[in-house]
């Protein structure tokens, strides 16, 4: 297993580079001129070499993320990138972490209901309910339940976040709520199928034939053998759940990254767009190799291809 880690590690690196290039290439093919030296005042300049050829500014600003300097910032006064990533990214990864959280704990019981009762009510419940997440967009969702959970019922603020890192309090639950409705409805949808094609399965048979009960077949054989698929789109989820919070920070006003890089790209801020684009594709890399990992784990057949 470690020598699967260290390759997986070592693959990251090159990715990285393609990231850090593709994303440098496109901000300067901008009309403006990005890295164009009267965007930026003298001192800047020499510092992070704009005033030198396009090859050398992207060598140095290689070696500046590697560094952990991610430069300047003009949109945003007395503050660099690397305050803005600091203390906006850990609001946007609760905000992603209890979106995930909510898929989880509502997605997964919902699909095992769903597969256990085929063709029930609540199995076409779950269903409509999954189609309904997957065709609302989150800002629709956003106002929907601004209006009546916030306005109408009271039970919780219509924007706002928790002054804290990694605080908890009632004005996190909407925002989390809109973000997972779209992974809460793969979560079931997957499940059921999975379910649904592993109670077939002979294995499945023989444990009920041995005597086991229903609990013991579901639980140990059929719901551990289920959640491998939810595994594989974890990864994936985990990039829309970064993405889609762009949307979701800005109607709530919750204070992360994404509000951040949606004005620095209104103001031109090309450092800020560089830097967070750079820092969210880094996340998705790891949370891929965290799936990875635990697709490792979990399946033998993956363990037997990498020995």
Sequence with gaps: MAAFIVRRVLWTIPVVLLIILFTFLLVRAIATG???????PRPVQTTFHLDQACYEQYAFYVKSVFTLDFGPTLAFTDRTVNDIIINQYPNSLLLGLLALAWAVAIGIP???IAALRPGSVLDYMV????????AFPAFLVATLLIYYVALKLEWVPTSGWPSEHW????SVILPSLTLSLVPMAWFARLLRGAMLETMGQDYVKAARAKGLRAQQVIIRHVLKNSLIPLVTVAGPLIGYLITGSFV????FSVPGIGRYFITAVFARDYFVVLGIT????VTIIVANLIVDLAYFVLDPRTRDAHL
């Design 34 to 40: 990005p890295f164009a030296p009267a965007n930026y």
């Design 110 to 112: 919902a699909g095992m």
């Design 127 to 134: 269903m409509v309910l999954s189609s309904i997440g997957f």
């Design 167 to 170: 605080q908890l309090d009632r």
């Design 248 to 251: 979701v920070e800005w109607i």
């Design 278 to 281: 750079i820092v969210l594709s």
